[in-house]
């Protein structure tokens, strides 16, 4: 008895303890930069059981080991100068199953009962880097639309807003006329897939603030040398 009233204990601590941490982060961001214009489910990127600041730049979504085409998607965030690599940003992705479907096990909450099960985040590094494992993703029916996987990026004192969504070159439901209408959020969305054994491999690089709404300048701050005074001009 008291063992299994011990391990209720812990359940609701550690339940409060996710429960808090997601809110907390919400919080924060509620006093951060909106950026982007609408964005429905974007919120979800708070409910990742792990802290943003336990999160690394690599993670494994729910299906890889399931069958199906393997894939690892990587790449590396840009700042908005296009160069610099942009580290603590925080990327939220999800997709449907081998069946076309946001594939649901019965115990999701919030936008997970949308979004489903497969989905993950990553926090990139010093280097801006960031990689995911999963399945190639199933178009919704026979007639399409294209596969392709949701993407959030959260960055530090901005709040949470979407980019282009992950495409594939190959698709033969990737129209000429849909490419067309892609707003090129956050760049070039469209991955050309290489296989390295029974592995396929894409690579997309992300390049904050492009093509996002109300996206403030890139703050700079530039020391020269002014030859007429000899003194050093804060531009």
């Known amino acids: 008895m008291i063992k299994m009233l011990f391990s209720s204990a812990l359940c609701m601590a550690f339940s409060s303890c996710e429960h808090t941490s997601s809110q907390v982060q919400k919080n924060e961001s509620s006093n951060q930069i909106k950026v982007g214009g609408p964005c429905e489910g974007c919120e979800a990127i708070y409910e990742s059981k792990t802290p943003f600041t336990a999160l690394n730049e690599v993670d494994t979504l729910t299906d890889f080991n399931e069958a199906g085409p393997k894939l690892v998607i990587s790449g590396t965030v840009y700042k908005s100068d296009g160069k610099t690599p942009a580290p603590g940003v925080v990327l939220y992705v999800y997709h449907t199953d081998q069946t076309g479907r946001y594939r649901v096990n019965g115990t999701e909450t919030g936008w997970g ?34 596969a392709h996987i949701h993407i959030t990026v959260k960055e530090p004192s901005k709040a949470e807003y979407w980019i282009d969504d992950f495409h594939f070159d190959d698709d033969p439901f990737l129209t000429a006329e849909d490419k067309k209408k892609f707003q090129n959020r956050g760049g070039n969305g469209v991955l050309h897939l290489e296989k390295r054994g029974s592995i396929y491999y894409g690579e997309r690089q992300i390049y904050l603030g492009k093509g996002v709404t109300d996206y403030p300048p890139e703050k700079t701050s530039v020391l020269s040398d002014n030859i007429t005074t000899g003194r050093l001009v804060l531009k």
């Open 113 to 146: 009962t949308r979004h489903g099960s497969i989905r993950g985040w990553m926090k990139t590094g010093a280097e801006g880097r960031y990689k995911f494992y999963t399945l190639h993703p199933a178009s919704y029916s026979k007639q399409g639309p294209p």
